[in-house]
């Protein structure tokens, strides 16, 4: 249905905006993982502390 409406032009286009939103997601998931490690051991230290 997609092909009949855009062309291949335009399923190629999609394919492409679809696998770059795909990786930017896993970049963002990536540093939000990391962050969340960072964050529990800085708040481990601190109630450690007290």
């Not at 062309?7 to 999609?14: E, F, H, M, S």
């Not at 939103?21 to 939000?32: K, P, R, Y």
Request: charged letters at 5%; zero cysteines; glycine letters at 8%.
């Amino acid at each position: 249905m997609l092909m009949s409406i855009v062309g291949n032009i335009g399923v190629a286009a999609y394919g492409i905006v679809a696998n770059l939103s795909l990786f930017a997601i896993s970049i963002f998931a990536g540093i939000l993982e990391e962050y969340n490690l960072l964050l529990a051991t800085l708040t481990a230290r601190a109630i450690l502390m007290h």
